[in-house]
């Protein structure tokens, strides 16, 4: 996916995280949170893309600390897990702290972008390939319902819900 990023020009913008580092169990939520707050602070890019799997099914993260949003994607429309949210929460606001001290520390904002629910059991990988297919193809960096216009072979359609 990085290199593929860097045919459409947009390697300095995007940045990929490792779905095995993304594993958020209790016992494992201090090598999640460190390998995030390294990677945050030494790539320094604009959008953070992180391919998530939990209990057998992918899902979709964006991090974005700039803006200091957290952007979800679900085919199956759940909500992210309790340990995955804590440690990107701790994260994103230690980090904004970093970069703007005078700020007062809030958990950054999330989004759940829902489009079409997957009517199987195994299409989800497909889901979060085409959502960042499409990310990284029409550089989207802030409107996130820009990512499930192309799904139109499947009807999708979209909605912003905030939390």
């Known amino acids: 996916m990085h290199e593929w990023s ?3 020009s947009q390697g300095f913008m995007y940045a990929f995280l490792e779905p095995q580092s993304l594993v958020c169990s209790k016992d494992r939520r201090s090598e999640c949170e460190q390998y995030l707050e390294r990677w945050l602070k030494e790539s320094d890019r604009e959008v953070y893309i992180g391919p998530y799997f939990h209990q057998e099914h992918w899902q979709l993260i964006i991090l974005c600390p700039r803006q200091h949003v957290v952007v979800w994607f679900c085919s199956l429309r759940r909500k992210p897990d309790m340990h995955i949210k804590a440690t990107i929460n701790s994260v994103m606001t230690k980090l904004k702290k970093t970069l703007s001290p005078e700020t007062k520390a809030v958990a950054p904002k ?4 829902k489009s079409h629910v997957q009517t199987g059991c195994y299409e989800c990988g497909y ?5 960042i297919w499409n990310i990284i193809a029409s550089d989207i960096k802030s409107d996130w319902s820009m990512v499930c216009i192309n799904f139109s072979t499947i009807g999708t359609e979209f909605l912003y819900l905030q939390y």
């Open 6 to 8: 860097q045919i459409f």
């Open 110 to 113: 999330w989004i759940e972008v």
């Open 127 to 131: 889901y979060i390939m085409h959502w």
